[in-house]
């Protein structure tokens, strides 16, 4: 059977059928389901080569399991400690942005108590759970996550305002607000040109080592 010839030029007419329709339909979503299989298989594969790299160091260089004390913790006590029985410090106001060096040396200093406090802290958690869908908050539909005060009975902050409880000559306390960094010592100390912050006495509450 000979097929027609059509001359250069010559429109040639394509029937639009229903079925044509569909074909078309089905090829386009059949490409893009090849894409989202390519791109779930790569994801896989990442996935998997990152599960083998985890696995071959968890096997190699296994994570060590402490015996005994942990010294970072007996010492992260310890300074909450000293802070909640309000031990005698030395506080330096520092200008500089990286705190107080020679070319910035504090524009202040005093004998002070405990650490600076963050102007943001709070005696009272800042945040509430509410109730979603009138469901009680101790089931699935009210359980949202809020913040828990800390060992020294406060609500941590994130500002950089803090306050510094200066002792006079008197022993009268004076709190003073600072914008800026402050450096303290658990300890007498002094600013000493060309030193900087120089320790002068012992420290003010037993530290392990």
């Given at each position: 059977m000979k097929l027609p010839k059509y001359q250069r030029g010559e429109p040639v007419s394509v029937k639009i059928t229903p079925t044509r329709i569909v074909i078309a339909v089905l090829?386009?979503?059949?490409?893009?389901?090849?894409?989202?299989i390519a791109e779930q298989n790569a994801e896989t594969l990442e996935v998997y080569a990152q599960d083998?790299?985890?696995?071959h160091y968890d096997t190699t260089q296994p994570i060590p399991i402490p015996k005994g004390k942990s010294q970072i913790r007996e010492n992260l006590i310890e300074l909450e400690l000293a802070q909640i029985n309000g031990v005698q410090t030395t506080s330096?106001?520092?200008a500089g942005l990286d705190g107080c060096d020679p070319t910035h040396p504090p524009i202040?200093?005093?004998p002070s108590i405990g650490a600076p406090i963050p102007v943001t802290d709070e005696l009272t958690n800042p945040e509430q759970p509410l109730r979603q869908e009138s469901q009680p908050l101790n089931s699935s539909g009210g359980n949202v996550t809020v913040g828990e005060m800390d060992p020294d009975g406060v609500y941590p902050g994130d500002g950089t305002g803090t306050y510094v409880l200066c002792i006079g000559a008197d022993g009268a306390v004076t709190p003073a607000y600072w914008e800026g960094n402050d450096e303290v010592e658990f300890a007498p100390a002094e600013w000493v040109q060309g030193?900087?912050?120089v320790d002068i006495?012992?420290?003010?509450?037993?530290?392990t080592r």
């Amino acid at each position: 059977m000979k097929l027609p010839k059509y001359q250069r030029g010559e429109p040639v007419s394509v029937k639009i059928t229903p079925t044509r329709i569909v074909i078309a339909v089905l090829v386009v979503a059949l490409i893009a389901a090849c894409g989202a299989i390519a791109e779930q298989n790569a994801e896989t594969l990442e996935v998997y080569a990152q599960d083998q790299i985890a696995l071959h160091y968890d096997t190699t260089q296994p994570i060590p399991i402490p015996k005994g004390k942990s010294q970072i913790r007996e010492n992260l006590i310890e300074l909450e400690l000293a802070q909640i029985n309000g031990v005698q410090t030395t506080s330096f106001e520092c200008a500089g942005l990286d705190g107080c060096d020679p070319t910035h040396p504090p524009i202040k200093s005093c004998p002070s108590i405990g650490a600076p406090i963050p102007v943001t802290d709070e005696l009272t958690n800042p945040e509430q759970p509410l109730r979603q869908e009138s469901q009680p908050l101790n089931s699935s539909g009210g359980n949202v996550t809020v913040g828990e005060m800390d060992p020294d009975g406060v609500y941590p902050g994130d500002g950089t305002g803090t306050y510094v409880l200066c002792i006079g000559a008197d022993g009268a306390v004076t709190p003073a607000y600072w914008e800026g960094n402050d450096e303290v010592e658990f300890a007498p100390a002094e600013w000493v040109q060309g030193k900087g912050i120089v320790d002068i006495g012992p420290p003010s509450y037993q530290f392990t080592r």
